[in-house]
């Protein structure tokens, strides 16, 4: 539907073309006025469409149809005007809502719109007046001086504009220069001076001109010549001229010039200028005075019109110059470094000068000559040294001299440096020497002292634990009172010493210490603890060194903490290395770390930790030695109970034993009255004889019966017995020190531990006995064992039992299984064996039992044969000896009268015993 | 009174000096510029002449290019305006007839030079030829406004050339040239002199005056 539409609006317009065609070969139907417009911005704009007649018949079309449209927007109705049938017109108020093409078209039909006629608009604006014209002769070459003049151009007009440089003359005019590329500058190659020349711009476009205001000028006077070449530098006859030679490229008729001549030393970057009154004529050469001998020199000079109309020209390419060498104007700088280990009688003297700076020494130094006299006797003779170095060693006898160094290049000598070494540095020295830091400088200052000083030197080195202090030195003029040291490095710590040097003498040296910068320590102080007590702690340090330290060690500070306490803190003075922590508690971890502070900050050395001590200095011996000395004391006063009490005891512990002779067994044998002397020391009756009582009764077999129902309630007590030691030291155990106090102290919870005591060293005894010498009278021995004490006071006890073969079986056959190797045969025959032994096997047998013991004498056994007198032995030689031995001899007696009632229990009870 | 009288009278004169002597000098001032402007402009004419007829001699070629050449002037280099008057009748002249003098000399040599200009094979002759002919052109000019400044009328404009015939041969032709160039040099020695000497004519003393009453 919609593309049908278009066919016939394309139909009808090929129609309306080939009728233009037929009108003429370029008429249209129509056309616009005023044909492609340039117009101003902002300005208003009338169009007319003017509509050919012939069309208006064909189409049927009149102006009252048309439409203006720009570009594809239709323009409002409101700015139409038919001003007759075929003329419309359309007017903007402001062509800056114009864009192109405007058209004009026709609604034939009112439908289909067709396109009459178009045209192109351009918007722009007229150019503004050329400002700021300014012009300039650039001189290219001897004879070629173009013109360049600059402008302006004004704002942007978006339409072609052309700018040209007019110029001319009163009464005559050249050709425009038309610049190119550019809009604010033309060149005009070729120009004339000495005439006024007017100069203007102009500029124009579509929409109008305009032109600058003129400038009227000579252009000689607007010129910046090329400037001066060939620049050459000679040295004149002084040392300090230098005469410039150069060539000028501008010719004095043209112009004459004055000149800029600037020049600076070589390496330096400020530049001098020769005064420009003195080069304000015009000239090709000058000589530059007033300049340091033997020095190089750089040069550059520009010029100008010599009226200063113009401009100066650019600066001539440098050419450098050397002055010729000069006396050097003074004497180096002296100064003296006198060995510290020298003999008493000479001296090594260092005398060092300075190489004088650059602008003294005035050329090169050849040698210098250096004197040296001894002022303390006229007549020595004055001694002479030529040096190329700057130094000299020597070897002088104590005295005060007098040095002279002068330095001599080419053109002559330096006036001399004089130094007066003096036997001694007697003077006064400065006063309130210091320091100051300036910047990358070391300020030293010093008040000086009373008396005229000729100059100071001032001797500083790097103080270093590294290296040794090389001494750097500078002198000063006597009436400053301070100077700038430099090449100082930060950090590190310079020792100063001030000299003042007096015309007949020397002051001594004033010496102060500083650093031109200060930091924290590179590290902290390694803490150690040189003794921990209970409370306090010694902690001990060494000293930074001087190259750690980068500063003055204000004063150190102890950090120290327990592991979850608050930090203590103290601060130590610097000088010191050790300080005593006190108030610590006792037995606790601290954590210890010291930090060395200067101006500028600290820092910490390592943690060290150490733990104190439990107890204080003594603490531990106050506490043992009185528990010692109270545990003597008990032990004597039991020692003195029991011997207070020893009747008691002996009546609770040890009661007597009855007299075996007195028993009624010995009755069965027939050795009876033989055992009536026991007392009296027979030898048939030796303490064997005793032990083989126990044998005796070992004769019972039936030992697995006397176990079950005896020897379990002793189990424990076996256990300890049996592992304690061996028969013989059992015997020792149970004697003097242990069996006594076990004895008191057990009386009393039964009877039972007191006879397993005594019992054991009864069996003991005999078994030792038994196997060692040969028993004698078994059955007697038997009898007067302590069971038998025991029967006495419990009678009733033992009678209940005592019937009890069985029982007494059982505890021999625990004894003697014991000897179940060597006990095949019966123990009777044993015991016979006893009495054949020989007196020295007796003799070892006491000894062997008392060994253990005391240092009982061997003749107290030898003495004692009688079985009593050994138990009593074994009892008590430790405390009492042989004065125990009436009393038991008394006791036997006693104890034989009862004897035969117990005896047979008694076995049963020490049959419980036995096991050990 | 009397003194107060004097006072204030010579505080008026001294106020009115500015204002009068400025005006009265602005012409003054611009004459004793163009004269010595057109003297510098002479100096600088006749230092270009130097070095542009040392080259056109030697374009010419032997003998021209001779130091001591010194031809006879021959009748036909007449039309050539000749400077060698004698110097005292030129220096009776009135300032006036000699500017005159001057500028119908230099109008008449500038359209002989720019015949040469056209003549002149090398393009670097050529060159200079026209920039010593647009220099010399703007010295007429500038005795022309020296002439106006200071009153005197422009002679009539410079004759049509006579009607002389070219030289016949080379020879001749580069003789009149020889001849051209030794006037033109002349004429700018001589217009220099007089130059100077309308310099000093004409007062700095005004100029001196007027400097004075701007720093008042």
């Known amino acids: ?916 | 009174g009397d003194s107060w009288g004097i006072f204030t009278f010579l505080c008026a004169a001294l106020c009115n000096l500015p204002a009068l002597p400025a005006l009265n000098c602005s012409e003054e001032l611009g004459t004793s510029q163009s004269i010595q402007q057109t003297y510098d402009l002479t100096r600088y004419l006749e230092h270009q002449l130097r070095t542009l007829a040392g080259t056109y001699l030697n374009y010419l070629g032997p003998p021209f290019n001779e130091p001591d050449f010194n031809p006879p002037r021959l009748a036909r280099a007449e039309r050539v305006p000749s400077a060698t008057v004698d110097l005292d009748l030129w220096r009776g002249l009135t300032d006036n007839a000699r500017l005159a003098a001057n500028y119908r000399a230099y109008s008449r040599l500038l359209c002989y030079l720019r015949v040469l200009d056209g003549q002149v094979g090398t393009a670097e002759l050529r060159h200079r030829l026209a920039h010593f002919c647009a220099s010399l052109q703007g010295l007429v000019l500038s005795i022309g406004g020296v002439m106006s400044s200071l009153g005197y009328p422009l002679p009539a404009g410079p004759p049509a050339p006579p009607g002389a015939p070219p030289a016949s041969n080379d020879f001749l032709k580069k003789m009149d040239d020889f001849w051209l160039l030794k006037e033109l040099q002349t004429w700018l020695w001589r217009s220099a002199k007089d130059f100077n000497r309308l310099k000093k004519k004409v007062p700095p003393a005004v100029v001196t005056l007027r400097l004075e009453a701007r720093g008042f």
């Not at chain 1, 300075?354 to 007549?379: C, F, M």
């Not at chain 1, 009436?479 to 710590?493: A, E, N, S, T």
């Not at chain 1, 306490?565 to 610590?584: A, F, M, Q």
């Not at chain 1, 006491?846 to 079985?867: D, F, R």
Request: net charge negative; charged share 20%.
């Open chain 1, 1 to 916: 539907m919609f593309s049908r539409w278009n066919w016939v609006a394309c139909g009808f317009c090929l129609l309306l073309n080939i009728c233009s065609l037929e009108g003429g070969l370029v008429q249209s139907c129509g056309h616009i006025i005023p044909e492609s417009p340039v117009l101003a911005l902002g300005s208003n704009f009338t169009a007319l469409c003017i509509l050919n007649e012939s069309c208006l018949d064909f189409g049927n079309i009149y102006a009252s149809q048309i439409i203006w449209k720009i570009k594809n927007r239709v323009v409002p109705k409101e700015q139409y005007r038919e001003i007759n049938r075929t003329v419309s017109s359309v007017t903007f108020n402001d062509t800056s809502s114009l864009a192109t093409p405007l058209t004009c078209n026709i609604l034939a039909d009112g439908q289909f719109e067709q396109n009459i006629y178009g045209i192109t608009i351009t918007v722009g604006l007229p150019p503004e007046k050329p400002k700021n014209l300014s012009c300039i002769v650039h001189q290219l070459s001897q004879l070629t001086y173009p013109m360049t003049c600059t402008w302006n151009p004004g704002r942007h007009t978006f339409l072609d504009t052309q700018f040209r440089l007019k110029y001319r003359w009163a009464r005559e005019s050249f050709p425009d220069c038309i610049p190119t590329d550019v809009n604010n500058s033309c060149t005009i190659p070729d120009i004339h001076f000495f005439v006024n020349l007017e100069i203007w711009v102009e500029a124009a476009n579509a929409l109008g001109k305009a032109e600058s205001d003129p400038l009227v000028l000579d252009p000689i006077d607007i010129v910046k010549p090329l400037s001066p070449h060939n620049l050459s530098v000679n040295s004149g006859i002084l040392p300090t001229v230098l005469k410039l030679s150069w060539e000028n490229r501008i010719s004095d008729p043209v112009m004459k010039l004055k000149f800029n001549i600037r020049y600076r030393i070589a390496g330096d970057t400020n530049w001098m200028e020769v005064p420009p009154e003195d080069t304000a004529s015009p000239r090709t050469s000058f000589s530059v005075q007033g300049l340091r001998p033997y020095t190089e020199y750089v040069f550059s000079i520009r010029c100008m019109k010599e009226d200063g109309v113009g401009y100066w020209s650019d600066w001539s390419e440098e050419k450098t110059g050397i002055t010729t060498e000069d006396k050097p104007s003074k004497g180096p700088p002296l100064w003296r470094i006198i060995d510290a280990c020298h003999s008493a009688a000479f001296w090594t003297v260092h005398l060092i000068w300075k190489a004088l700076k650059p602008y003294e020494a005035n050329g090169v130094i050849l040698q210098y000559e250096l004197t040296v006299r001894d002022k303390s006797s006229l007549s020595s003779p004055l001694e002479k040294f030529n040096v190329t170095s700057t130094n000299l060693t020597l070897q002088l006898p104590n005295g005060t001299y007098e040095v002279t160094v002068i330095a001599r290049n080419s053109a002559g000598a330096s006036p001399p440096s004089v130094l007066l070494i003096p036997a001694s540095n007697s003077k006064a020295p400065v006063k309130n020497l210091r320091t100051l830091p300036k910047y990358d400088k070391l300020w030293v200052g010093w008040t000086a002292p009373n008396s005229y000083v000729l100059k100071y030197v001032i001797e500083w080195c790097l103080v270093s634990s590294r290296s040794d202090c090389i001494i750097e030195w500078q002198t000063a003029l006597g009436d400053v009172q301070g100077i700038d040291l430099k090449g100082i490095k930060p950090f590190k710590c310079y020792l100063i010493t001030v000299y003042p040097l007096y015309a007949d003498g020397q002051g001594s040296g004033q010496s102060v210490k500083a650093y031109l910068k200060q930091d924290r320590p590179s590290k902290g102080p390694t803490v150690q603890t040189k003794k921990v007590g209970k409370a306090e702690a010694v902690l001990t340090w060494n000293h930074l060194t001087v190259d750690e330290q980068n500063g003055f060690i204000r004063n150190y500070t102890i950090l120290y903490k327990t592991i979850d306490g608050n930090e203590t803190v103290v601060t130590v003075d610097p000088s010191k290395t050790e300080y005593t922590l006190s108030s610590l508690t006792s037995d606790t971890l601290y954590t210890v770390r010291m930090m060395a502070s200067t101006d500028n900050g600290s820092r910490s050395g390592p943690d060290f930790t150490f733990t104190t001590q439990k107890f204080g200095k003594g603490e531990i011996e106050a506490i043992v030695v009185p528990v010692c000395l109270a545990f003597l004391l008990i032990v004597l006063l039991a020692v003195l109970f029991c011997f207070n009490k020893r009747d008691l005891i002996k009546k609770h512990i040890w009661p007597m034993v009855p007299d075996p002779s007195k028993s009624n067994i010995a009755q069965w044998s027939p050795q009876v009255p033989a055992k009536h002397n026991f007392s009296s020391k027979d030898q048939m009756y030796p303490e064997g004889s005793f032990t083989d009582v126990s044998v005796v009764e070992i004769e019972a077999d039936d030992k697995k019966s006397f176990s079950e129902q005896d020897l379990k309630p002793f189990d424990l007590l076996k256990k300890e017995k049996s592992t304690s030691e061996g028969h013989s030291s059992g015997i020792g155990g149970s004697s003097c020190m242990s069996s006594p106090r076990q004895s008191v102290s057990d009386s009393d919870d039964g009877e039972t531990t007191q006879n397993t005591s005594s019992t054991v060293q009864y069996s003991t005894v005999v078994l030792n006995g038994y196997r060692d010498q040969t028993p004698v009278q078994v059955f007697s021995r038997s009898e007067s064992t302590q069971p038998l004490l025991d029967s006495e006071e419990r009678s009733e006890d033992h009678t209940g039992e005592g019937d009890s073969t069985a029982e007494r079986q059982q505890y021999f056959r625990q004894n003697g299984g014991q000897d179940e190797t060597n006990a095949d045969r019966p123990c009777f025959e044993r015991t016979k064996q006893i009495t054949h032994a020989n007196e020295g096997d007796l003799v070892g047998f006491v000894q062997l039992q008392i060994a253990g013991q005391s240092s009982q004498p061997l003749g107290l056994g030898m003495e004692k044969n009688t079985q009593e007198a050994a138990l009593s032995n074994v009892l008590q030689a430790s405390t009492e000896g042989q004065t125990v031995r009436p009393e038991t001899v008394e006791e036997n007696p006693l104890s034989v009268d009862e004897m035969p009632k117990s005896y047979l229990p008694q076995t049963v009870r020490q049959g419980g015993y036995m096991p050990q």
